[in-house]
């Protein structure tokens, strides 16, 4: 039986209207009103990565290549935040926010939707803005190719969406998931691709490290950046395809999780 396009119209603005008064009671929650408020958002990430930039240039730290330092760090911890602050989010978030299943047009979905959002936005307008200002003060060169970058940006930030939806949805059955995850970001850390490329290391390391998603993606951005300077090792249609199983998996485990929320 075909749905009619005007339900699919007005179910569609509903859930963008709920998603975006969830952002709205989320940036609320989480920021405050006072001080500079939301724009912590922006901040968090972007401190990070200048902090971690200017530790390494200090200390000269260029990990064996000839690569700009600040483009390096910008460009791996930028990364490395996007999904890593995604997935990390989303973890318990239906059952902190237990209450709002209450209404008929919040789902487990939308839950996770608004702080995802919330996540990609600031961690995008991070490397927007420190690759603005790090280039106007010289640190750094624009991307060669920003197309490139973009794409990679792109699908990494879709990986980012995908990998939460997994971990938002199981963390709701069982605690161990929320325990054992922290632990497993800080391993996948040093072989995310963001303190390394793929071409420094020996040909038997290359083999495996490029089995993991993240790395295309981190990968592709520094293709954009830093065009022919270092060989890179990114296959966007490998990237898409388990971006694509991992999300079909993700929205099967949320709608499953969904029907065992109950309301308070």
């Not at 996948?188 to 083999?207: C, H, R, Y």
Request: with cysteine; net charge positive.
């Amino acid at each position: 039986m075909l749905i009619p396009k005007a339900s699919l119209r007005r179910s569609f603005v509903i859930q963008v209207r709920v998603i975006g008064a969830l952002i709205m009671r989320e940036m609320i929650t989480r920021y405050g009103r006072h001080n500079i408020g939301f724009l912590w958002l922006f901040l968090e990430p972007m401190l990070f990565t200048l902090g971690v930039t200017t530790l390494w240039t200090i200390t000269k730290a260029v990990h064996g290549s000839s690569l700009p330092i600040t483009a390096f760090a910008v460009t791996g911890y930028s990364s490395i935040l996007l999904w890593r602050n995604c997935s990390n989010r989303v973890v318990k978030a239906i059952e902190v926010n237990l209450s709002l299943m209450y209404h008929r047009n919040v789902r487990v979905f939308d839950v996770f939707a608004a702080r995802l959002i919330l996540e990609i936005t600031g961690a995008t307008t991070s490397i927007i803005t420190l690759t603005i200002v790090f280039s106007a003060m010289g640190w750094m060169n624009p991307p060669i190719d920003i197309l490139t970058a973009m794409i990679g940006w792109l699908l990494l930030a879709w990986f980012a969406l995908a990998l939460s939806l997994v971990v938002g949805a199981a963390s709701e059955r069982s605690e161990i998931v929320e325990r054992v995850w922290h632990i497993f970001t800080y391993l996948l850390f040093p072989l995310s691709g963001a303190a390394f490329m793929v071409d420094w290391l020996p040909k038997p390391a290359q083999e495996l490290i490029i089995w993991l998603p993240m790395v295309h993606g981190t990968e592709m951005i520094r293709h954009g950046y830093f065009g022919d300077a270092v060989p890179t090792y990114e296959d966007p249609v490998y990237l898409i395809l388990f971006n694509l199983t991992l999300t079909l998996l993700g929205l099967a485990l949320v709608r499953e999780t969904g029907r065992r929320v109950e309301p308070e």
